[in-house]
């Protein structure tokens, strides 16, 4: 069971999962609830036995089952990505071959793995470089040539001289896709404060990262390869609180839910470190709706449920 299904099954209370010493707090806005988890979402230990659940028998599909499990997902872009992952796991269960996709967000990778498992014949592997990741790679193979966990994640430490004013994630994230790497193909950013910030990636661009990256805003740094081991992050915590708010718009729940002033939260959109379901933020008066998930950079997630 996930740790947002968990969140669900506690109570009817309104439940938050926070990262330690954040100072984050969650708001209930006309009998809303909201739950309020850190800024990773899922747990695939990598130094840890694979549990059942983190290695999925699949099958070889024909074309039918695969449009069968595709009538599920009802965004039109998200069930693109999922038939190129179930045409990869055909492909690598065929060819006895082990397969990688890019980095994947939380709803690409939740679905895939839903419909991998009702297949067989293919074992199927996500890989974030570290318990509770975010973004994840998944890497399908045949049983018979893939039994552990690939070495598809590499970890960076960007350090500079932050003493000031430390960038945000959408800085770091801005400076990386500026020197010509894709999105998809970073994994999670981990702002360390003044230290800098640690960056997932596919290991195949590390020189180049390396290379590349030589500022952070106006900031010189400096661009090393760690090891998953050396990666620094905190398991979440839960907490329970209720307030009222007079809107659904984002900046009023989630800059109450956060204790973030309604200016700093536009600030925050504006430099691109707000999402909902993944999605960049781009208007303030965006509206939620139930089960809409609002995420901060650097400071965690708001899940939005409503009842009567």
Known sequence: MSMLSRVHSISMAATILMKPN???SRVIPHDSFIFLHSPTFRSFSLSSPLSPSEICQTTQATKSEVDVLLKAVSDRNLAEQIKHILDMANRASLR??????????????????????????????????????????????????????????????????????????????????????????????????????????VP?????????????????????????????????STKTLKTVESSLRVDAIASAGFKISRSKFADLISKGDVRINWSTVTKNGATLKTGDMVSVSGCGRLKVCFTQ
Do not use: W
């Open 96 to 201: 006895r071959e082990v397969l990688h996709t890019d980095f994947l967000t939380p709803p690409v990778l939740e679905e895939a793995m839903a419909a991998l498992k009702k297949l067989a014949d293919v074992n199927a592997i996500p890989n974030g470089g570290y318990p509770e990741a975010e973004r994840c790679r998944l890497t399908v193979g045949h049983p018979d040539v893939l039994r552990t966990v690939p070495d598809t994640v590499a970890a960076l430490s960007i350090t500079g001289n932050f003493g000031y004013q430390p960038p945000s994630h959408g800085d770091f994230l801005g400076s990386v896709l500026g020197t010509g790497i894709a999105r998809e193909k970073l994994g999670d950013i981990m702002l360390q404060g003044e230290k800098g910030a640690q960056v997932l990636i």
């Open 22 to 24: 954040r100072g984050l």
């Open 204 to 236: 195949e661009l590390v020189d180049y990262m390396i290379s590349s990256l030589d500022k952070v805003g106006k900031v010189p740094v400096s661009c090393t390869l760690i090891s998953l081991e050396a990666l620094e992050y905190e398991p979440p």
